[in-house]
């Protein structure tokens, strides 16, 4: 009969073992679930982040554009004024 009590020991043991683990399991899940909710926080501020960089890149190509715009036209008008400069200058 000793051996049915030591594995009644043994088995009483391992449900233990088996409650505690289950405690720590539970707590681990908690935690999980805080960490996925923070990361959950970063990625939206990320996309927030991404969508406004996205905004600000389309804004400064759009300007360059209007200042590439501006310098051709610039670049015609400074023609221009050599033109006449030499039309002028012909004609003295």
């Known amino acids: 009969m000793q051996v ?3 594995i009644s020991e043994s ?3 391992t ?3 088996i409650k505690e683990l289950e ?5 681990l ?3 999980s679930e805080g960490v996925t909710g923070l990361v959950n926080q970063v990625v ?10 996205e ?5 400064i190509e759009e300007q360059f554009g209007k200042i590439q715009n501006i310098f051709n036209r610039f670049t015609k008008i400074n023609e221009s004024i050599k033109n006449l400069q030499a039309l002028i200058d012909t004609k003295e």
């Open 4 to 6: 049915f009590g030591e």
């Open 11 to 13: 088995v009483a043991k």
């Open 15 to 17: 449900f233990l073992s």
């Open 23 to 27: 405690g720590d399991f539970r707590e």
């Open 29 to 31: 899940l908690k935690l």
């Open 44 to 53: 939206e501020i990320t996309d927030n982040h991404s969508a406004n960089t």
């Open 55 to 59: 905004e600000v890149l389309a804004g």
